[in-house]
């Protein structure tokens, strides 16, 4: 009898270390300045690898001191000064092609394309579609499943 009182404690003490788990990995940041480094350590001293535009979103892998350690969309991994980063939402196109629509339905007006890499503010979701607005100030909406980021 004891040891089933403690199952239920146990599983859910797990969950919870799991669910924790996988809200910390999912943790999103976007670049907050025109340009940034993308470095291959958590320095300036490090080799810079790629140089990232604003917007462009990233997700959180590690922390240390003033530095996180993010991967891009393509799965790629590197190092950003924290305060060179943001909360807003972006979106970046992982397919060729994306049809940028009027309404968050397939049969909705193509607005746009936006190409592979492209970046999109993230500025409304609804049933598996994102609104989202390009440099050029265009608004329209895209299915989710044809971007990365948050």
Request: no cysteine; net charge positive; hydrophobic share 45%.
């Given at each position: 009898?004891?040891?089933?009182?403690?199952?239920?404690?146990?599983?859910?003490?797990?969950?919870?270390?799991?669910?924790?788990?996988?809200?910390?990995?999912?943790?999103?940041?976007?670049v907050?300045?025109?340009?940034?480094?993308?470095?291959?350590?958590?320095?300036?001293?490090?080799?810079?690898?790629?140089?990232?535009?604003?917007?462009?979103?990233?997700?959180v892998?590690?922390?240390?001191?003033?530095?996180?350690?993010?991967?891009?969309?393509?799965?790629?991994?590197?190092?950003?000064?924290?305060?060179?980063?943001?909360?807003?939402?972006?979106?970046?196109?992982?397919?060729?092609?994306?049809?940028?629509?009027?309404?968050?339905?397939?049969?909705?007006?193509?607005?746009?394309?936006?190409?592979y890499?492209?970046?999109?503010?993230?500025?409304?979701?609804?049933?598996?579609?994102?609104?989202?607005?390009?440099?050029?100030?265009?608004?329209?909406?895209?299915?989710?499943?044809?971007?990365?980021?948050?």
């Amino acid at each position: 009898m004891t040891g089933t009182r403690r199952l239920p404690g146990v599983v859910f003490a797990l969950l919870m270390l799991l669910l924790m788990q996988a809200a910390q990995a999912r943790e999103m940041v976007s670049v907050a300045r025109p340009e940034i480094h993308l470095r291959s350590g958590p320095g300036t001293g490090h080799e810079v690898t790629w140089i990232l535009s604003r917007g462009y979103p990233l997700q959180v892998l590690a922390r240390q001191g003033r530095w996180l350690r993010v991967r891009d969309f393509e799965s790629d991994e590197g190092w950003v000064f924290r305060s060179l980063t943001g909360k807003v939402p972006h979106y970046v196109v992982k397919v060729k092609v994306a049809n940028v629509r009027s309404a968050p339905d397939t049969r909705s007006r193509i607005v746009a394309r936006a190409a592979y890499g492209e970046v999109l503010r993230t500025l409304a979701h609804h049933d598996g579609w994102a609104r989202v607005r390009n440099d050029r100030g265009l608004v329209g909406w895209v299915a989710r499943r044809l971007l990365w980021g948050w």
